[in-house]
């Protein structure tokens, strides 16, 4: 008996290539890659450490996109809501964050702020258009899935892989049939 085929040779092409660090979705936020590098996180580390200079800094003087992703599909605003800091939040907006981009889970910047209690800064997001309502859920890459699952309709939404990922899985499926013939005798 041979063993059922993977989901992700289930799935017909094209596959979209890896566009770095931004967001999916509709809204702007999401990943699917969420293995290696995603994004250097620049802004998601000043939000966290509530530094404004150095926000201000990588955007106007590097470039940094506003809306990065990192692999949980959070922006720098989620991190910014997540902390409470006002400060940030405000900033980020000025700067061209996306208010309802939804991660990953479909929390939007809201969610995080109103799940740490920080409704100051929730009632600023719904000021500046925010608006409650969940966001579409997402399944990253390297998580397996059953096999229809791009055909499902309560899928529909969902980005077929990236297709470093399916070369990466192709890799790997050959090493390890290698290594099977190595390791059992008659293979």
């Known amino acids: ?35 290696g590098l995603v994004g250097h996180m620049n802004l998601h580390r000043a939000a966290m450490n509530r530094d404004a200079t150095l926000l201000q800094k990588y955007v106007d003087d590097d470039g940094e996109d506003v809306n990065e992703v990192e692999a949980a599909g959070n ?49 600023f997001l719904v000021k500046n258009g925010a608006n409650k309502q969940q966001g579409l859920v997402l399944v990253p890459d390297h998580v397996p899935k059953v096999k229809d699952f791009y055909e499902r309709e309560c899928w529909s939404h969902h980005p077929k892989p990236h297709e470093e990922f399916i070369e990466y899985r192709k890799v790997v499926d050959a090493a390890f049939e290698e290594e099977k013939k190595k390791l059992v005798p008659g293979m």
Do not use: I
């Not at 720098?76 to 006002?86: I, T």
């Open 1 to 35: 008996m041979s063993a059922p085929e993977p989901w992700y040779k289930c799935v017909d092409g094209p596959f979209p290539a890896y566009g770095g660090p931004v967001g999916v979705k509709d809204d702007g936020g999401g990943s699917t890659r969420a293995r």
């Open 75 to 123: 922006t720098p605003l989620h991190f910014a809501a997540y902390a409470g800091w006002m400060e940030g939040a405000e900033l980020l907006l000025q700067l061209g964050a996306k208010v309802n981009a939804t991660n990953n889970a479909g929390d939007a910047p809201w969610h995080w702020a109103m799940n740490m209690g920080h409704e100051d800064v929730a009632d």
